[in-house]
């Protein structure tokens, strides 16, 4: 069984920062990306930003610059340091892993259970 496991939400002001961390667990042989999506309430998930396993980084245009992903390949771990929140970032937010695993030969995705950030003064 894989599980991803995220902590690191919470309640800050606008302008503050939050880090987020997953850590996924398992029989895993493979995990070709990582990253973060977000729901806000009445809207469709959307993706935040995400890291493969070669480094490459992809964001969303409203985080660029504010938002940075990184992994920790040891311990399957993946981070977003969120910057310069703004309300709008109000969302919970899900981490993904696109992985293989054991005794398995294709990649699928797998999802954590979510962790809330609110941003509010």
């Known amino acids: 069984q894989v599980q991803l496991v995220e902590s690191g939400g919470g309640l800050v002001q606008p302008g503050g920062s939050l880090r987020l961390s997953c850590a996924a667990s398992?029989?895993?042989?493979?995990?070709?990306?990582m990253g973060w999506y977000r729901q806000a309430p009445g809207k469709q998930r959307e993706l935040v930003a995400l890291?493969?396993?070669?480094?490459?980084?992809n964001y969303a245009d409203y985080v660029k610059g504010r938002f940075t992903v990184s992994r920790d390949y040891a311990k399957n771990t993946v981070y977003l340091q969120m910057n310069s929140l703004k309300p709008e970032d109000t969302a919970v937010y899900y981490c993904n892993a696109r992985l293989v695993k054991g005794g398995s030969f294709y990649a699928l995705d797998y999802w954590g259970q979510g962790t809330q950030v609110t941003v509010s003064s």
């Open positions: 890291i493969t396993s070669g480094g490459n980084t």
């Open positions: 398992g029989r895993i042989l493979r995990i070709d990306a």
